[in-house]
């Protein structure tokens, strides 16, 4: 298997898939970053753990129905094309 385009793109979608799928309860608050674990004060710079936090909401909240059709095209990809 030669390392090309679409095996970049192919490993990029399994890592936005596997941030969409983190359940908070179940895992993020074990590990420590849970909800009530990111709280800061007023005019605090947030820091690198609150701005992954942010990442992981907003990617769970934003790309949940747009990696359904990704994940459909590349599916279809690798049965026509193997």
């Avoid at 934003?62 to 990809?77: G, H, K, Q, S, Y």
Wanted: hydrophobic fraction near 55%.
């Amino acid at each position: 298997m030669a390392f090309t385009l679409y095996s970049l793109i192919q490993a990029a979608i399994l890592c936005v898939n596997a941030v969409a799928v983190l359940h908070e309860e179940r895992f993020l608050s074990k590990i420590g970053w849970g909800v009530d674990q990111s709280v800061g004060g007023f005019g605090d710079e947030p820091g690198v753990k609150v701005q992954m936090m942010n990442l992981v909401r907003s990617v769970r909240t934003v790309m949940r129905v747009p990696l359904i059709a990704v994940n459909a095209v590349c599916i279809v990809l690798l049965l026509l094309f193997g």
